[in-house]
Every structure is written in C-alpha cells, then in structure tokens.
C-alpha cells in the first residue's frame, strides 16, 4: 500500500511539473514601444498577424501564413523591441518590405524602429 501511495503521488508532482513547464514557455512574440522593453507591452500569439492600420488599408506581403488577423492602429508608428520566444520568429513589416526577427531586438534597426506597419508571429 505504502509504493501504491508513493507511486501517485510521483504521478501527480510529474503532472504538475508538466503543466508549469508548459504555462511557463509560451510560444509568443512580445512587441514594444520603447527600447529595451519599456512602455506599452503586446504579446502576439502563435499564427497571428496585427496590423497596425485601418482595416480598410490591407495588404501586406507574405500575410497568408498567418491563421488570424487581426487590425490595431494604436500600435502605428510604435515598436521599438521585439522578442520572439521559445521558438518563435516574428516577422517585422514596413515600408521597407517585411524582415525576420529570431532573437530578442531590445532596439530595431533605425530604418524600422517606430516604422512598423505591422508584426507577425510564427512559432515550431
């Protein structure tokens, strides 16, 4: 009776441990609006794409990998950093085309900080 004990209870730390590790490695990319990761903060899941200008201005090149989509023009002209997380890449558009992030940027090129017109994100 007493292994029938230890044996669940090594189940249930497993399965805790399981879950923790889960919720603490989220596939994301995090924008922001300032260097080094001040200001406002935006996370953006896995297969999504913000634009960041009215709805009715679509069209940006390579968004068909995206799932959702989704539109917030408060974000326009703002991004400063990015971070994509735990296999992520986040892809980066704007007047020069669209650009590919896989490290954390805590500042953007020149040509693209506060450019943005919008940002992907694509995790394994």
Request: aromatic residues 8%; contains cysteine.
């Amino acid at each position: 009776m007493r292994m029938i004990a230890l044996h669940k209870i090594t189940i249930a730390a497993a399965a805790a441990i399981s879950i923790f590790s889960a919720q603490g490695a989220l596939a994301e990319c995090v924008i922001a609006e300032h260097a080094d990761f001040r200001g406002g903060v935006g996370t953006i899941q896995n297969n999504d794409l913000v634009k960041f200008f009215p709805k009715e201005k679509m069209g940006l090149t390579g968004e068909r990998q995206f799932k959702r989509e989704f539109n917030d023009a408060s974000w326009a002209g703002k991004v400063s950093a990015v971070e994509p997380k735990n296999g992520c890449m986040a892809t980066i558009y704007g007047p020069w085309g669209h650009r590919q992030i896989r490290e954390k940027t805590s500042l953007l090129a020149p040509d693209m900080n506060d450019k943005a017109t919008g940002v992907g994100c694509a995790c394994k």
